[in-house]
Nanobody
Framework: QVQLEESGGGLVQAGGSLRLSCAAS????????MGWFRQAPGKEREFVSA????????YYADSVKGRFTISRDNAKNTVYLQMNSLKPEDTAVYYC?????????????????WGQGTQVTVSS
């Protein structure tokens, strides 16, 4: 089992940057592919980005491609989401998630463990 805790959210102006972190418990972090999702008020949770267990491959939603970068440090049991050129429509609660399989997936139901989320608010 993996426990996940996000941090790094906050309030930022449009065009600004934030870096989210997700710390995982346990010694088997490198066995999990990781993903970031977000949920805005009144909307369904949506995929943002994913990274393979080794970190060699990444995958992004079209809405964030070129602005967000996912990375991981298996020695620190942490996955990151660097968010640049933020827009008001990026405002949401951001969640990290872990799945016990290989490959890149964008479906909510394909992830086994979830953090509690961190709020990101982008003002115009």
């Amino acid at each position: 089992q993996v426990q996940l805790e996000e941090s790094g959210g906050g309030l930022v102006q449009a065009g600004g940057s934030l870096r989210l972190s997700c710390a995982a418990s346990g010694r088997t972090f490198s066995r999990y592919a990781m993903g970031w999702f977000r949920q805005a008020p009144g909307k369904e949770r949506e995929f943002v980005s994913a990274i393979t267990r080794s970190g060699a491959s990444t995958y992004y939603a079209d809405s964030v491609k070129g602005r967000f970068t996912i990375s991981r440090d298996n020695a620190k049991n942490t996955v990151y989401l660097q968010m640049n050129s933020l827009k008001p429509e990026d405002t949401a609660v951001y969640y990290c998630a872990a799945r016990g399989g290989s490959g890149l997936r964008n479906g909510v139901l394909e992830y086994d463990y979830w953090g509690q989320g961190t709020q990101v608010t982008v003002s115009s």
